[in-house]
């Protein structure tokens, strides 16, 4: 399994997307993260309703 792991200068949106399709969509190939530099408290509420 390939740990991969997705860096946004938030961890708030486009991290969190990239993860969530990575899961969705390859979780049989690759172990997947998302991180930031700078993390906010809470995902961006765009985020939410992109994935949904």
Do not use: W
Request: proline residues 2%; glycine residues 2%; aromatic residues 8%.
């Amino acid at each position: 399994m390939v740990k991969m792991a997705f860096i946004c200068t938030h961890n708030s949106c486009r991290s969190q997307i990239a993860e969530a399709f990575a899961n969705a969509l390859a979780s049989d190939v690759f172990e997947s993260y998302s991180a930031g530099t700078m993390i906010k408290e809470r995902i961006n509420p765009d985020a939410c309703r992109l994935m949904k």
